[in-house]
């Protein structure tokens, strides 16, 4: 039965001229958020391939065979490639690093080179099949169903549907699934095909979250024409809800976690790195003074004197690195439990949640980049270990030496980690989902026609 | 007049209207509070990072001054105090810039890089709650002025009793006003009295002019939407019709147009990514002669008689240094003065579709007044290049002058630190924060006569009936 009357609900809603500029505006937001993103994406694409090209060159014609200079003046970029789903959501892809330099040294071993972008763009946020998701969506879904039986009732019409052989929860669940059908549809399926997104785990991930998402906010709808106002009230109140969880409660949970729960000063933390290190730098300093002073011009070093010059320079960078080391990990502590803290207040968000998950399912998030992050230090490692013992010996490369240097690739992340990691939140929502329906449903039974 | 005390009388006494505006008043408060609480922490720390550096400076004992240029200075950017009410781009710009020797570099650490993903979706602050919510406000007042009169068909009886059209007008504005008052007026002495008691009283950053300035264009944003709320409601078929209508303008003007009109800015003037800005320096610096090759040239240059007689075989090396120090800092100036030329270009396409959507330039204009828009970044980018600048010039012309054979042994203390001032960064005024941005005054202005002309015209030609 219910069958039978979505899809009698179907006809009727692809009659109605609202219904049909509501999926306009849709399919042509999403349409445009889609083009935008897969635009971005596909730039990114080229500049990682330009870079890996360029990287692959420099290799083959490098400039110096000197130890040093290889190893640490030009070090080696690894980069990160954008991830298969960018197009979805830009994210914090417009933040964090896509490249890191790797040198051999203890010091400055991973150079952040922080994504740059126009301040205004990261303020302004984007308009991306993610913002799509977020915000327009549950606007749309009200605006298709603020008026699920109110009008018919003050009709008089739901009065004679019901004459028939029907519940009124079957015919509010026909009316709810059309609707559900109409929205989702356009929402999951074109993406996809425009962006040219691979089908996979990740894209599971995405669109499950989009409709348990989208599930949330049909049965705010639902609870909401339950109460037996007029469409119009309906409308009003649901404008409100939709403003307060997707706008105001989001703004004032992040006013909230700014006062309550600040994240470690920056600066801070850069005035006690400095006085960490001080010491070590001063004396550090002074020797390398001492030898310069000793041996004025390069000429007259000799390559003895270059390894001397090499180890004091790596016992002053290890010195050094060695206090900022503790300085940065009771930084990261902090900032880690700061974070965590003000996780617990955006869970009282379905929009800050359902943010978290598109995002670490398009592979813009923090967590890609924590990822990426790892990577480079390992790959670090394998360099140091590779090119250290050559520049403390102030050694010339020879061609095949340098060939067999170590070269970074990302791997990504295995899928199965990053499903594991959002489960509990997408139970979340789903689970939320689920209730918000049930409570619709059992309102519905005490609808007074 | 008896139509405004009418209609905000009936707007007071619905509790939806009470309900909201409280809301509005309780947001308006606590972005105000948690916006000084927060900014005055902010400014807290860096002053005290200020004063610390400049002791860890002068306190970092006897060393050669190139060492010391290498040692370098932290600049942490000030905060200024107008950013308790717009903090605008200061969440996604750098907090300090580390100058040092050979190397120039970007402002590090954006909060927004340790801030949870979630902070990309808004941040409630004063600005936000005058610039997004409160036009939503004015629309819940204003879209039934005419239409809900004529969907009740009062309308007609109305100017039948001899009310002129533009009495109506007048009285329907100020009747969807007056109710904002007893919200708005108390919420802007509150804040007016917390940022007086929280400023710092520095006679270098007068902000009583830009308070005055982000208030005249909260007002006038104001008065736009409630001349938008009207034309839209006169000539709408309906209330419905009207409401939706002016929904749409809003989410298009404050969620929509400014991530679209980024995204025209970028396409019309593309910005380097990261890894290709640092890529075209290094590609110039790679062309570069080596240390060894500089202290050759100069030091033919010097068997050529291009220098002195008393200058010194071993001053070769001091005159390698400032060279390529200063054609360091030049290649730097230049790719730096690049990049920010882009985004002021990218500024300029942005503000240009305000023309579009009047909350555009009002937010451009807030920012602006705040001191927190990309130009007086850049101004402190530029003052922090500057000031290294002079940190080098001082530490390098010692070791020009000290007449000695072998520099790398020459060794001062704080006297010669004490020689490079501290850095000092003084916001620029008012009126020079509002000529960078005329063309988003031209068009707030612009929309405010534009939208009072079109609710004239919308009263003067409206159906009476629906």
Redesign the interface.
């Known amino acids: 039965v219910i069958g039978f009357l979505a899809r009698h609900e179907w006809r009727v809603l692809t009659a109605s001229a609202v219904v049909r500029l509501v999926m306009v505006v849709l399919s042509s937001a999403v349409i445009a958020a889609t083009l935008?993103g897969a635009g971005r994406a596909a730039r990114?694409q080229q500049?990682y391939a330009a870079?890996t090209q360029?990287a692959a060159a420099q290799r083959s014609r490098p400039?110096s065979f000197g130890a040093d200079v290889v190893a640490n003046e030009k070090g080696w970029?690894a980069?990160v490639p954008p991830a298969p789903l960018a197009a979805l959501a830009v994210?914090?892809s417009d933040?964090?690093?896509?490249?890191l330099k790797i040198t051999a040294r203890n010091l400055d071993s991973l150079v952040t080179?922080?994504?740059?972008?126009?301040?205004?763009?990261?303020?302004?946020?984007?308009?991306d099949p993610a913002?799509v998701v977020?915000?327009l969506y549950p606007?749309l879904i009200f605006a298709v169903s603020f008026d699920l039986t109110a009008t018919e009732r003050d009709r008089g019409t739901l009065r004679m549907v019901l004459a028939q052989p029907v519940r009124l929860r079957d015919v509010v669940a026909g009316k709810m699934i059309a609707r559900g059908l109409l929205l989702a549809i356009p929402i999951v399926v074109m993406p996809p095909i425009i962006g040219r997104i691979p089908f996979g785990a990740e894209f599971g991930v995405w669109t499950i979250a989009v409709l348990a998402y989208g599930l949330i906010w049909h049965g705010l709808a639902l609870i909401v024409n339950a109460r037996g106002w007029s469409a119009?009230a309906n409308?009003?109140v649901l404008?409100?809800i939709w403003?307060m969880f997707a706008?105001?409660g989001?703004?004032?949970?992040?006013?909230?976690?700014?006062?309550r729960y600040?994240?470690?000063?920056?600066?801070?933390a850069?005035?006690q790195a400095?006085?960490a290190t001080?010491e070590a730098?001063?004396q550090g300093?002074?020797q390398?003074?001492?030898f310069?002073?000793d041996h004025?011009?390069?000429?007259n070093v000799g390559r003895d004197g270059m390894r001397q010059f090499a180890l004091l320079q790596a016992a002053r960078d290890r010195q050094v690195a060695d206090r900022l080391e503790r300085v940065e990990a009771a930084f990261d502590a902090q900032?880690e439990r700061q974070?965590r803290l003000?996780?617990w207040l955006?869970a009282l968000?379905p929009?800050?949640v359902a943010?978290?998950v598109l995002?670490d399912a398009a592979g813009t998030?923090?967590n890609r980049f924590e990822h990426f992050r790892a990577a480079a230090s390992g790959f670090q490692r394998e360099w140091q270990n590779y090119f250290e013992p050559r520049v403390l010996d102030a050694a010339t490369l020879t061609g095949g030496e340098l060939a067999a240097a170590p070269t970074f690739v990302y791997e990504r992340e295995a899928a199965a980690a990053a499903v594991r990691r959002l489960a509990p939140s997408i139970a979340g929502m789903i689970v939320a989902a689920a209730l918000l329906l049930w409570s619709g449903f059992r309102s519905y039974r005490r609808y007074e026609l | 007049l008896t139509i405004a005390v009418k209609d905000a009388t009936e707007t007071w006494r619905d509790g939806?209207f009470r309900w909201?505006a409280a809301l509005l008043f309780v947001?308006l408060v606590?972005?105000l509070a948690?916006g000084i609480?927060?900014q005055s922490?902010?400014a807290r720390?860096?002053a005290?990072?200020q004063r610390?550096?400049r002791d860890?400076w002068l306190d970092?004992?006897d060393?050669?001054p190139h060492?010391a240029a290498?040692?370098g200075a932290?600049v942490?950017k000030p905060v200024q105090p107008l950013s308790a009410i717009d903090p605008?781009?200061d969440?996604?710009?750098g907090?300090?810039v580390f100058l040092e020797a050979h190397k120039q570099q970007?402002a590090?650490?954006?909060?927004?890089?340790?801030?949870?993903?979630?902070?990309?979706?808004?941040?409630?602050?004063p600005a936000?709650a005058a610039l997004?919510?409160l036009p939503?406000l004015v629309v819940s007042l204003t879209f039934s002025s005419f239409a809900g009169e004529r969907d009740q068909g009062t309308l007609r009886p109305l100017l039948a009793l001899g009310v002129s059209r533009g009495a109506l007008l007048a009285g329907k504005a100020l009747g969807a006003l007056l109710p904002l008052i007893p919200i708005l007026l108390p919420a802007t002495i509150v804040g007016g009295v917390l940022l007086y008691l929280s400023a710092p009283a520095d006679p270098d950053a007068p902000i009583a002019a830009r308070a005055a300035g982000l208030l005249g264009v909260y007002v006038a944003h104001a008065l736009i939407w409630t001349g938008l709320g009207l034309t839209v409601s006169a000539r709408a078929r309906s209330q419905?019709t009207a409401?939706v209508v002016l929904?749409a303008l809003w989410?298009v003007n404050a969620?929509?147009m400014?991530?679209?009109?980024?995204?025209i800015?970028?396409a019309v003037t593309p910005?380097?990514?990261?890894?290709?800005?640092?890529?075209a320096i290094e590609d110039e610096t790679?062309t570069w002669p080596n240390?060894?090759q500089r202290?050759d040239a100069v030091m033919e240059r010097f068997l050529d008689g291009e220098f002195e007689s008393t200058f010194a075989p071993?001053n070769v090396?001091v005159v390698a240094l400032l060279e390529s120090e200063a054609a360091e800092t030049a290649l730097y100036d230049r790719h730096f003065d690049a990049?920010f030329d882009d985004?002021e270009r990218?500024?300029r396409t942005?503000e240009r579709t305000s023309v579009l959507a009047p909350t555009l330039a009002a937010r451009t204009l807030s920012m602006a007044l705040a001191g927190t828009?990309?130009a007086h970044?850049r101004r402190f980018a530029a003052a922090a290049a500057g000031y290294r600048a002079q940190m080098l010039t001082t530490l390098n012309r010692e070791l020009a002058e000290s007449g000695r054979l072998?520099t790398?042994?020459y060794?001062r203390g704080r006297d010669l630190w004490e020689k490079v001032p501290p850095f000092d960064y003084d916001a620029p005024s008012a009126a020079r924060a509002l000529t960078a941005t005329w063309w988003s005054a031209v068009v707030l202005a612009a929309w405010l006569a534009g939208v009072s002309i079109a609710a004239v015209w919308g009263v003067t030609s409206m159906r009476l009936e629906s």
């Open positions: 935008l990114d500049t870079f360029r400039l970029l980069i994210g914090q933040v964090y690093p896509s490249y080179g922080d994504q740059i972008e126009h301040p205004l763009a990261l303020a302004s946020g984007h308009f913002f977020l915000f606007l119009p409308a009003l404008a409100g403003l706008i105001v989001p703004a004032t949970i992040n006013l909230l976690i700014a006062v600040p994240m470690p000063s920056r600066v801070e850069a005035v400095r006085a001080q730098t001063v300093s002074r390398l003074g001492q310069l002073q004025p011009t390069s000429a900032l974070r003000a996780d955006s968000s929009t800050m943010q978290e995002l998030s923090a | 939806r909201a947001l606590a972005a948690g609480q927060h922490e902010i720390q860096h005290d990072a610390a550096e860890t970092k004992g060393m050669n060492a290498h040692y932290f942490f605008g781009l969440p996604f710009l907090v300090f970007l590090r650490h954006r909060p927004i890089e340790d801030a949870s993903p979630t902070r990309r979706l808004g941040l409630l602050t936000t997004v919510l939503l419905a409401l929904l989410f969620f929509v400014p991530p679209v009109a980024m995204a800015a970028k910005s380097p990514s990261a890894i290709e800005f640092a890529a790679d240390w060894d202290v071993a090396e990049l985004y990218q500024g942005y828009d990309a970044d072998n790398f042994d060794v």
